[in-house]
């Protein structure tokens, strides 16, 4: 095949491919546009939201049932840590006599014949 007819055929191939852009139809005509009503409408549902929460969150508590409440966990903590102490010490007592108890108990029980 001589270079010409090669050069010829391979632009037959590609004017066959080629796509021309269509600028009669612009989908953004305007550029993009902003839907300001959807926006508005966010913002308002927004702050309606923030001011039902804040009418209906009940103010919190007052000063004198906070004063109490952290009394009453200080003194929930005390209990606790005293209860801890009591179980630690009654494990080690018990752990002390129970290994005193079952060597003698070991001792105690019959020997069993050994197997012939």
Partial sequence: MRPEK???DMDDRVE????????SE???PRGPRVLWG???ALGGGLILFFLIGHWTAGGGGSSQQV????RQVDQDRTTIQQ???SLAAVSDCTSRELAGTIPS???????APSPA
């Fill in 6 to 8: 090669a050069h010829r």
């Fill in 16 to 23: 066959a491919f080629e796509i021309e852009p269509s600028y």
């Fill in 26 to 28: 612009d989908p953004f």
């Fill in 38 to 40: 959807r926006v508005a």
């Fill in 67 to 70: 004063t109490t409440l952290q």
């Fill in 83 to 85: 209860l801890q102490q």
């Fill in 105 to 111: 108990v070991i001792r105690r029980l019959p020997s």
